[in-house]
């Protein structure tokens, strides 16, 4: 029997298609362009404690087939969140998962806290923004810091499981899925965005005001993919893959090297109808084939 | 923003107009009803390694025609790509985007100001209001830099063009010239399109005036939505500086609350 539904850390998805923290909003936007209840999920933009400006301009830039950004977690805080769109999104058919990140350990756990209040029904820990100077990332590179954040977060918010989000960034990113495991993560995601700079050759400076910023898009793919099939081997927890995804069939392969879910990210960005798309060419597929994808996560035959 | 879709469309035209610049007309099968000036399009390139859409204003629209014009500079791999897209050629844009420039009903006067490629934005406002009176000043760097003088020229009561070089029209900035005119014109609102020095030049220019100056921005663009945040400027509101998104809250500003 065919199946799309499947379930991330004790919580049922429709279908596995969720759209990425920083791509999305709170969705507002792109529920003009379609009812945003056909996806399986939707990541917040990422909320901190206290309402933040983001960087200076320039944030984006292009680079082949793929963008870099330096946004800078700008967002309204999360007492604007929980007063506002967490109330909106808990009326919608769509699972919500809410991306928190603070700067040091006590802003994560106070952000956790409130969470408690929150209708989301999950948390994904961003611990791997590249694009804030004090933190975020500082707490996604050694797996010890990726072990106390996670443990920390987890005791602090005791209603919704957390999902932690994996740089990139490091050396050996199974260590750091094995380190969330430890913490107590519910599920992992990866990847974030990966560390980058765009220079105009003219001028002889970088494009982002920030200097550099995460690359994302379609040439991160092949990166992302060996990074979740890495850490499916490493741990036993649920894997959301991301990075790059613009099709169903980069779906199907995230999927095949061991997540249980996906996200979409930049590719809203070119396609505004891009994630309901997905949902709609994985549907067919499903049907057509009689597949139930949970059939499909580490189905990943090797070569010899 | 009820129209806003992503739409495909067939190129009519794309032609060099001037030294890197291109006039592009694309026909779509609808277009929205309540389209305006200073609204622009997010276009789609056809070539998934130039995943970005480019943000262009609508230079100008005929809804009878169910077409657009886009004058795009050539500045990097993007627009020389699009530089080449034959007529019969299809391409993805999303449209209308932005809020656009909605006069105030008690306007008849209408300055329109343009800077460098800034002068594309202006041909809609015409089109979309042509009950206005609209005097048309434009500035280019020189000669080979000219655009849409024929075009604006048609929908003005008069029309002034100079280059920085004198090497065509009157020689001298713009918003000077402007500010000389501004006493004999006495008009409503100066909407002004160009580069930030030009808003800079043209805050100066007509300080103790007490004329409303709008302007419409340009910035990197990622969704084109609202939703990625990445094109923001600074706006002064209610005393606080803070960021706003060009695509959603612009590209169309009150020049008094943009902090340049």
């Known amino acids: 029997m065919s199946n799309l539904k499947v379930n991330v850390a004790g919580v049922e998805f429709k279908n596995p298609i969720i759209t990425a923290s920083g791509t999305f909003g709170f969705g507002r936007e792109y529920d003009r362009f379609y009812n945003i209840d056909v996806l399986g999920g939707l990541c917040t933009k990422g909320l901190t404690l206290k309402p933040r400006q983001g960087n200076p301009y320039p944030r984006i830039a292009e680079s082949p087939s793929g963008m870099l950004n330096s946004v800078g977690l700008q967002n309204p805080g999360v007492d604007h969140y929980l007063a506002t769109d967490d109330i909106l999104l808990s009326k919608r058919d769509v699972i919500v998962i809410a991306n928190v990140a603070g700067s040091c350990i006590e802003d994560y756990i106070a952000i956790a806290e409130k969470m408690n209040d929150s209708k989301a029904d999950m948390i994904e820990l961003n611990i791997s923004c590249p694009n804030v100077k004090e933190g975020g990332m500082a707490f996604g590179v050694l797996p010890k810091n990726v072990e106390a954040v996670t443990a920390a977060v987890k005791k602090a918010c005791k209603n919704k499981p957390v999902i932690t989000k994996l740089s990139p960034n490091v050396s050996c990113i199974a260590d750091n899925a094995r380190a969330a495991e ?75 090297c061991g997540a ?45 | 923003m009820s129209g806003m879709k992503d739409r495909t469309g067939e190129i009519l035209v794309n032609e060099k107009i001037a030294k890197d610049v291109y006039k592009m007309v694309v026909v779509f099968d609808d277009l929205p009803e309540d389209i305006k000036g200073a609204q622009f399009a997010h276009v789609k390139l056809n070539d998934a390694s130039h995943l970005l859409r480019r943000p262009f204003c609508v230079c100008d629209f005929d809804k009878q025609d169910r077409t657009i014009t886009m004058c795009y500079a050539v500045v990097g791999k993007g627009t020389e790509l699009l530089s080449h897209y034959k007529k019969g050629d299809k391409i993805n844009v999303l449209l209308p985007l932005g809020n656009g420039f909605t006069p105030d009903k008690s306007y008849k006067k209408i300055v329109l100001l343009g800077g460098g490629m800034g002068s594309a ?41 100079a280059t920085d070089d004198g090497s065509y029209g009157k020689k001298g900035f713009v918003t000077d010239i402007l500010a000389k005119d501004m006493d004999a014109i006495k008009p409503d609102a100066v909407f002004c399109c160009g580069p930030e020095v030009m808003y800079k030049a043209l805050r100066r220019a007509l300080e103790g005036f007490n004329v409303p100056i709008i302007v419409s921005l340009e910035a990197r663009m990622g969704c084109g939505i609202g939703a990625c945040l990445v094109c ?26 943009v902090v340049l």
């Not at chain 1, 992992?188 to 002889?204: D, E, F, P, Q």
């Not at chain 1, 879910?261 to 549907?283: M, R, S, Y």
């Not at chain 2, 809609?124 to 280019?140: C, M, N, S, V």
């Open chain 2, 121 to 161: 934005v202006l041909p809609a406002i015409a089109t979309a209001d042509p009950q206005l009176e609209y005097y048309t000043y434009l500035g280019f760097a020189n000669a080979d830099k000219v655009v849409l003088e024929e075009e604006l020229k048609k929908v003005s009561k008069q029309i002034t063009v």
């Open chain 1, 260 to 304: 249980r879910a996906v996200e979409i990210g930049t590719h809203n960005f070119t396609q505004p109808l891009g994630a309901k798309d997905i949902v709609e060419d994985l549907t067919k597929y499903v049907e057509e084939n009689d597949i139930d994808v949970n059939d499909l996560v580490g189905s990943l035959i090797l070569n010899a």
């Open chain 1, 182 to 256: 430890q913490g107590g993560a519910d599920g992992i995601s990866l990847i974030n965005t990966l560390a980058g700079m765009a220079v105009n050759y003219k001028t002889k400076k970088p494009i982002l005001f920030n200097n550099t910023g995460g690359v994302s898009g379609a040439c991160v793919k092949p990166i992302a993919l060996k990074m979740v099939w890495d850490c499916f081997n490493a741990v036993k927890i649920p894997i959301i893959g991301l990075g790059g995804i613009t099709s169903y069939t980069d779906v199907l392969e995230f999927m095949i």
């Open chain 2, 232 to 257: 923001n400027c600074k706006v002064k509101r209610n005393g606080k500086e803070e960021y706003a998104r060009v695509c959603i809250e612009g590209p169309v500003f009150k020049l008094d609350e």
